[in-house]
């Protein structure tokens, strides 16, 4: 550490498990790799595994753009100012847009400190500002396009924290020992365990679990599986987009996906046709509702959920045939509708789809446990690297992971 004058400080705090979790030795690397240094006054080591630890520091930076740059590094690390002064608004000026130094937020626990008390932001989620309640007592994140002329949005670090998660040295599932980079030499039938666990301790604790599926969930097969997650009770919500809809709709009517059909493998005779028909069909009855309660549709994932009441959002693309009637063809929309969604949720299960895994991913409070399962590992490491670190990754095509995991939640759960 260099030991040229910084006459620009900063005393903050970090409590917690912060040497477990290994936060601490980040923040301290964050402060020197940014040419900063630091003075650590007190610091106090749980004396247990489950005991928490505190430190107190001065952070030292040469100017004040150097500290300015250091403090909103560590802020994410749980490193908060000891001075603790209400958090500082500005009112939006424009609908749509942030004030000019809005805090961003992370997708991890976050309190704002408003008239002396520290108050928990609601609807976490990453890359958001922060508004508060025209009384001053509430404070939650609102998308940059949902800022209206008016809002109270925080600006500035201060009277801020932020609760990133602790000890991964505790681990005691999947979902914390092996959130790391993917492999595809994994160990298929304990992570299927896991996941199967995962999913009824979120029942067991009435919390709610999404499915973000792609079509391939329908072409390898795998359709009934979810199907069966719908009938008893194991998936709360869909997200998906309209290809899923459409080829499970396909299956029903035609047999096939794609054209090709499921029991032979084979394209059938103008099966190329199918999917196009299929969408026809459904814009015809007005709903995907309306053909179930017709007695049209008698089968697969949209069937169930229309049977069992269960919500799903389908965000349209612009290269969708169609699209069917439910599709949300305007993103915003969409984004409002799964964000609607989300609260009461506690375990996220993401199949075959690249891009609506990422897009909810970003949707996501970091306590929400998410596995994602794909045949390509590189569509675990891009959600990972763009903030959704509670991530487990499952290197699998979709149907043998549902099969597998409709038979090890079968051991516990009544058909």
Known sequence: MSTELKPFVEHVEMQGHIVDSLLLPKVLDAILSRGGGYHIHEFVLGEKQDNPSRVRMEVQAATSAQLEAILAE????????????????????????????????TNFRTQVRLHGEWVEVEDQEM????????????????????????????????????????SES????????????????????????????????????????IAVLGPAVVHTGGAEHVA??????LIQVIFAGNALATHDIEQALYGTSLGV????????????????????????????????????????????????????????????????????????????????????????LMVATTLHSIAVGNLLPAWVKVAC???????????MDRGSTQTVGIVSDAEPFLRMLVAELGKVVAE
């Open 127 to 166: 890359d958001c500002g922060i508004a508060i309640d025209s009384e001053g007592t509430s404070a939650r994140c609102v998308a940059m396009t949902g800022v209206t002329l008016g809002d109270r949005i925080v600006v500035g670090r201060r009277g801020t924290r932020v609760f990133p998660p602790e």
């Open 261 to 348: 059909s499921l029991d032979h493998g084979l394209p059938t005779e103008e099966g190329h046709e199918h999917h196009l028909r299929t969408i026809n069909t459904i814009r015809r009855e007005g709903s995907i509702a309306a053909a179930v309660q017709k007695g049209l549709l008698t089968s697969g994932i949209m069937y169930e959920c229309v049977r069992k009441q269960v919500p799903y959002v389908l965000c349209g693309s612009i290269r969708d045939d169609g699209p069917l009637p439910e599709v949300i063809t305007d993103v915003l929309t969409a984004q409002t509708e799964m964000r609607a969604h989300i609260p009461g949720s506690g375990f996220c």
């Open 228 to 233: 069966h997650l719908v009938r008893q009770g």
């Open 74 to 105: 560590i802020h994410p690390h749980g490193a908060i100012p000891t001075d603790s002064k209400d958090c500082v608004t500005a009112v939006a000026d424009i609908a749509g847009a942030y004030p000019d130094g809005f805090y961003c937020s």
């Open 373 to 383: 399962i794909d045949i390509n590992p590189a569509t675990v490491t891009k959600l």
């Open 170 to 209: 505790r681990r005691g599932n999947l979902f914390e020992f092996m959130a790391s980079p993917v492999s595809s030499e994994r160990p298929k039938a304990v992570s299927v365990r896991e996941v199967a666990a995962a999913m009824k301790r979120c029942r067991a604790n009435g919390e709610k679990i």
